[in-house]
């Protein structure tokens, strides 16, 4: 039992020790000069100033939930596919009426026009 | 096919008797609207009328069967828990005497009420309400044959509150009508809370009853009634008298019935004389079984009839309006009736209450036909431009008088009907009233004399009625010019008549001939008759003729009456007279000492107790539910961080309190 | 392993149906649009068909995911009913407020199929997802009058707590399974019996599961959602929602507990005393303070859900637990008959742009109209429980389990709550005869006067004969 989670434990150990001994090293030894792009939150290199409640294009929200949802659907084919010998014909039909499902999802949001860009 | 069916006792058809009156109701209730006058009192008639051949039919179908009482189960009311309620038919020969009383008398009672209400309802000024009379009618038809063929006292119960209901709705016929526009409705009240009273008895009486034996039934109810506890039989039948003084208007709660003359003549006949007002006789009759086990409650009940039989027979001789001495003597007479079946003399009240259903109905009738002469004469009286006195009011005998030149057919009935109350050979009322004198002298000499003297007063009253209304000069333009009544009216008079004539010979005193008492002994146990006694027969003739006389020494010679004039007795009998004509001061003693403090009392419960402690305590109950509410909005403020806090907290507080509380 | 949808027939039509009708809804043209509503009917009353086909036909199937026994079908026949009881409620109002969308029908069947798998889940997973897919298509109802802003953050709230309330089911799910390492409800049970189960683990799963579903079902303290929510939402929603939602949740509820946690019955018993009281007395007081009419009976539907969970009360009593079911059951097809009456009349009367919604603008309307205005009055004295509605039976069984199971401090609660509530229903029916007021043109379409129409009759007429119906009620036994 303590065995087999050995390998995760000292894992979840290097893992906090480093978080912590990392910044530690940094702040005790690393120079300290303050500039004000220093202080500001990371934003991939966007500068994160305006109104909070600026606007963003709905596009990019449409087209990221499309891709999460697609992809997070795909994984599922996976086991089925681990096991699909042993399950046989039944689990092809299942998986057909999943894909299905998927497809029709699909078929509403091209023909809503979620897809296009303009 | 047909005369086979109704030949050979066919109980399937016994609802028969019900449905008729029930399906005339309905007829008139929807229908009636654009039918004509006759054909709504037609069918209504007709529907009294087939429920009559109905009674009839099973009457032959029980002599076939023995006598036997035969049971028809008509469907389940209810059950709840132990209780199982069923709708059953008892027919027995009590049941179909009572039915046969009610829908004959009914039939010509309705037959008449076609050409009364006819004039009725013009003379009042609302034609409209004609249909609503003969529903109002068949309704109390149905409602009083279910009292009669009830199996159970829950379903006699239903019955007895339907007959009350519908005395209410016909007393206050004319409801705003009356003095001051509330007279008749105000008597429609009176009706109704006086029987209240005496429901009130009866339900006890059933509750006891039911927690003694766990059902209504009658048949289970009397076969173990002797192995009941005896305390038990005595309050039930005590608490029962109570219902009986009420509906049968004996002491102390027959004050509603005078009243009750406000309404329609015929609603007089039929419920406050010949039916409903019996059934209190009915309720004794059908219990004798657990009156046999409380000789108290028997005691009470004969003294309680004859008190009352004596007590409103002197109201009666000092009264002047024509319903009202009828009234009085209604009561007097169900007196009699009651204190013979409380002797145990069952077949005695029994038969008195069949004659003086035919007797009293006639004479109501006919008063209602003399009621009406004096209204034809009135208006005819004034079309003349004769002296015309509007103050004539049409029910006062003082303004009477003559009647017979004017009124031949009404005179010869209402004397039959009057000497047949008055007990004179050989008209009905003399063999039934002479059968429960008979039993009164071998049970209760005392009560025998009580009766003997309440007879020799009915006599009496009766006499100078008849003088009055009939006899001497005419005392108002409106009795001069008086006219007959049409033959819808009359010739259910003459059947009347000959009812009250004929009636006597159902039991005559003679061996071989007690034909009722041969008919109910199959319901009743022990049902006997006395052997015929002359001494009481010619006794009771002689007080009878006394009483005439003495009637025809006071009114008939000098016919002393003006209407501003005081009765001859007034001076004879000083306070006494007073008395009677001042109904004993009951109604004033009960109006000052109970109808005044409870008012008083419930004017403090009302205005004082209810509005500021009984209202206060739930006010400020809601008022602080109400702040509850409020503040429990103010809760939702409509922040999902707060919601989630909410089932946050929630959800902890259940695992603290699995986790560690119940641990 | 063989392939059998036979027990979850039902199901699988108005889902494919759904799946069909928002495929077909894209492509065909505005005229035909009319077709989407008809369609989804037709799929319901054949789904309707099949389910009552049923009755009677015991069978778990789906590798024992799933079971149907005569209750699931009595549920789902209220499940049905009430979407096809929807369907009226919607069709001349999403037309009247500019959102006559065919997805409305669509999400509506998806919800209906959620919550006809819900009533037969034999197993935890199958519970959750069911739970999902009911919640999902709602969560979109709710913001369904987009533009509206009130709409639109009633989806949101909803959404939030929702999904808080899914984790916390989830959550629960995982215990029970770590504890027991079953998902199933069979197995749990055995589990437990068998004692290899850690037992302060099987009470904590079971109480977060509780907590889970009583958020659907609308109990206190996890109603907070339900007034804010049914007022935002279009009011044919609100119906809907007000009626299949919450039954969902005690069709669930019902299931799970009485099939896999008798064993811990001790505990959770007193936990589910204290919540039925809760929730009937704080909904029933709250009801009092409303003046919107859909916050009122959003309140009114809490209250509900406090009697309902009555019955749960002895649901580890093997002697009385069938009576118990029965009389929830019972109570629950009462509740949705009155429920869709009441939110018709509330429906006909809404004006353009929310107006209409408060209780004073109900001022009058019973003269004006009185068949309404009756109606009205017979859901609410349905819903307060007087004679000679059908709420009356459904609260008489339902107390009278209650006392049977000797919870007598708790029934003498129920009827102190009712009591209470019949201020505010009153307070509508005193408003619309009684008073004079607000000049509200009541619009007259023949599908919402049907609607009306049916359930006061059904309220009135089952209400004096409600033996045939309870008799199926009776019949509708969970298979243990």
Sequence with gaps: ?118 | MLSETLANGNWNLAFLVLFFPLAGLLFNLIAGKWLGEKVIGAVASLATGLSFVMALLMGTWLMQGGGEAVTVPLFDWFRAGSLHLGWTLRIDTLSVMMMLVVTGVGTLIHIYAIGYMHDDVRHQGDPGRFQRFFVFLNLFIFAMLILVSADSYLMMFVGWEGVGLCSYLLIGFWYEKGAEGTGNAKAAKKAFIVNRIGDFGLLLALFLLFGAFGTLNFDPIFKNAALASPAIILAATLLMLLGVAGKSAQLPLFVWLPDAMAGPTPVSALIHAATMVTAGVYLIARSAPLYELAPSAQLVATWLGAATALFAATIAIAQNDIKKVLAYSTISQLGFMVAAVGMGAMVAGLFHLVTHAFFKALLFLAAGSVIQGMERGLHEAAHHGGEYDEDVDPQDMRSMGGLRSRMGLTFWVYLIGALALAGIAPLAGFFSKDEILLDALHEQPGVFAVLLTAAFLTAFYMGRQVLLVFFGQPRSEAAAHATESPAVMTVPLVLLAAGSVLAGALNLPVEGLHWLTGWLEHSIAGAESLPFDWLVAVGSTLVALSGLAAAYFFYGKRQPLGRALADPLSSAGCWVYSAFQHKWWVDDIYRKWLVGPLRAMSEFLAATFDQQVIDGVPKLLGESVKDFAIWLSGLQNGLVRSYIMAVLGGLIFILAFLLFIMR | ?480
């Design chain 3, 1 to 480: 392993m063989t392939l059998d949808f036979t027990p979850i027939l039902p199901f699988m039509i108005v889902a494919g149906a759904a799946l069909a009708l928002l495929v077909l809804d894209l492509f065909w043209p505005v005229r035909l649009k009319w077709l989407t509503p008809l369609l989804a009917a037709a799929s319901l009353l054949a789904a309707l068909v099949v389910e009552l086909g049923q009755a009677n036909y015991l069978r778990a199937g789906l590798s024992n995911m799933v079971i149907i026994d005569n209750f699931s079908v009595f549920a789902n026949a209220i499940f049905i009913c009430s979407g096809i009881a929807a369907i009226a409620l919607a069709y001349d109002y999403i037309q009247r407020t500019g959102i006559n969308h065919g997805e409305y029908y669509v999400l509506m069947l998806f919800s209906i199929s959620g919550m006809l798998l819900m009533s037969t889940a034999a197993d935890l997973i199958i519970v959750f997802l069911a739970l999902e897919l009911l919640s999902v298509p709602l969560y979109v109802l709710t913001g369904f009058a987009r533009p509206r802003l009130d709409s639109e953050e009633a989806a949101l709230k909803y959404f939030l707590l929702g999904a808080f309330s899914s984790g916390v089911l989830l959550y629960g799910i995982a215990l029970l399974y770590g504890a027991t390492s079953y998902t199933s409800l069979h197995g749990i049970l055995s589990a437990v019996s068998r004692g290899t189960a850690d037992m302060p683990l099987v009470v904590v799963g079971a109480a977060f599961l509780l907590v889970g579903v009583a958020f659907k079902g609308g109990v206190v303290p996890f109603h907070m959602w339900a007034p804010d929510v049914y007022q935002g939402a279009p009011t044919s929603v609100t119906g809907f929602m007000s009626v299949g939602a919450k039954a969902a949740g005690f069709v669930a509820l019902l299931r799970i507990f009485v099939v896999a946690f008798p064993p811990v019955a001790v505990e959770l018993t007193s936990v589910m005393n204290f919540l039925a009281s809760l929730t009937m007395l704080i909904g029933n007081i709250a009801a009092i303070g409303q003046r919107n009419i859909k916050r009122m009976l959003a309140y009114s539907g809490i209250a509900q859900a406090g009697y309902m969970l009555m019955a749960f009360v002895p649901f580890g009593n093997k002697a009385i637990i069938n009576d118990s079911v029965a009389s929830m059951i019972f109570y629950l097809a009462v509740y949705a008959i009155a429920s869709f009456g009441a939110w018709a009349v509330v429906v006909a009367v809404e004006q353009a742009e929310g107006r209409g919604l408060d209780i004073d603008d109900y001022a009058g309307l019973g003269r004006r109209y009185p068949l309404l205005g009756v109606a009205m009055l017979i859901f609410m004295l349905s819903f307060i429980g007087l004679p000679p509605t059908l709420g009356f039976w459904g609260k008489f069984y339902l107390f009278r389990s209650v006392i049977e199971g000797n919870y007598i401090v708790l029934a003498l609660v129920g009827m102190l709550a009712s009591l209470i509530s019949a201020y505010y229903y009153l307070r509508v029916v005193v408003m619309m005869f009684l008073h004079d007021g607000a000049n509200i043109t009541v619009r007259r379409n023949w599908l919402l006067s049907g609607l009306v129409g049916v359930s006061a009759l059904a309220v009135l007429l089952l209400g004096l004969m409600p033996g045939p119906l309870f008799q199926m009620a009776a019949d509708a036994l969970l298979r243990l």
């Design chain 1, 1 to 118: 039992m303590v065995n087999e989670f050995l390998p995760i434990g000292v894992l979840i150990i290097l893992a906090v020790a480093l978080a912590i001994v990392v910044p530690t090293l940094g702040y005790l030894f690393g120079p300290r000069r303050y500039v004000p792009a220093k202080s500001r939150p990371y934003e991939s290199g966007m500068t994160p100033f305006g109104p909070g409640t600026r606007r963003v294009s709905v596009r990019y929200y449409m087209i990221a939930v499309l891709f999460i949802l697609f992809d997070v659907e795909v994984v599922f084919f996976l086991p089925w596919a681990v096991v699909f010998k042993e399950l046989g014909v039944p689990a092809l039909i299942e998986m057909g009426l999943f894909a299905l499902v998927v497809v029709v999802g699909l078929v509403y949001a091209w023909k809503k026009g979620a897809l296009e860009w303009e």
